[in-house]
T-cell receptor, first 115, second 112 residues
Framework: DTEVTQTPKHLVMGMTNKKSLKCEQH?????MYWYKQKAKKPPELMFV???????INESVPSRFSPECPNSSLLNLHLHALQPEDSALYLC??????????????FGPGTRLTVT | DAKTTQPNSMESNEEEPVHLPCNHS???????IHWYRQLPSQGPEYVIH???SNVNNRMASLAIAEDRKSSTLILHRATLRDAAVYYC?????????????FGTGTQLKVEL
């Protein structure tokens, strides 16, 4: 199974709402990632988790709060978002020891609209 | 992160080979060259990667210049399904190398 699943597929939320995005993989990967992709732009890295610990935070605003409760699951908690946060949120996973390969497996993304 | 430069768009006819160029003149010795593609409404998908030598896999070939300052992704017979944005990425393997920094990519259009 080389699939990364993300739920929900689409999410519309108001600026005062709290919501969460979920990502799951069962490939035994111990590195998991969140990317943000605006329309017609490339994906931008937000967070990296290695062995369930946050290893990279690309200066993301605190209204985005990641969580990695176990080795298969990655969440992104959203609170007090702004309309400019509307984007496709992509989850990916890989081996931690990327060394020679570095292959990341991406999910299909959650399309978020903030109203 | 070292930067890559790619053409914004390219066109190809189905069943013909496609050569997608990438310039990376500031590449360092520890940078691997990766290619990912993103089909419409999907997440990016790994295509191929290499360090110094040319590489082949079931999806594509990667030709790397001798000075490593440029590379070319080769799709041997383009199909409609290959229409996607192709990203050339340099990945520094030191310190774990978990970061992928995507450039602007090349939109490949494939026509019948």
């Amino acid at each position: 199974d080389t699939e990364v699943t993300q739920t929900p597929k689409h999410l519309v939320m108001g600026m005062t709402n709290k919501k969460s995005l979920k990502c799951e993989q069962h490939m035994g990967h111990r590195a998991m990632y969140w990317y943000k992709q605006k329309a017609k732009k490339p994906p931008e890295l937000m967070f990296v988790y290695s062995y369930e610990k946050l290893s990279i935070n690309e200066s993301v605003p605190s209204r985005f709060s990641p969580e990695c409760p176990n080795s298969s699951l990655l969440n992104l908690h959203l609170h007090a978002l702004q309309p400019e946060d509307s984007a496709l949120y992509l989850c990916a996973s890989s081996l931690v020891e990327t060394g020679l390969t570095g292959e990341q497996y991406f999910g299909p993304g959650t399309r978020l609209t903030v109203t | 992160d070292a930067k890559t430069t790619q053409p914004n768009s390219m066109e190809s006819n189905e069943e013909e080979p496609v050569h997608l160029p990438c310039n990376h003149s500031t590449i360092s010795g520890t940078d691997y060259i990766h290619w990912y593609r993103q089909l419409p409404s999907q997440g990016p998908e790994y295509v191929i990667h290499g360090l110094t030598s040319n590489v082949n896999n079931r999806m594509a070939s990667l030709a790397i210049a001798e000075d490593r300052k440029s590379s070319t992704l080769i799709l041997h017979r383009a199909t409609l399904r290959d229409a996607a944005v192709y990203y050339c990425i340099l990945r520094d393997v030191t310190g774990g190398g978990n970061k992928l920094t995507f450039g602007t990519g090349t939109q490949l259009k494939v026509e019948l």
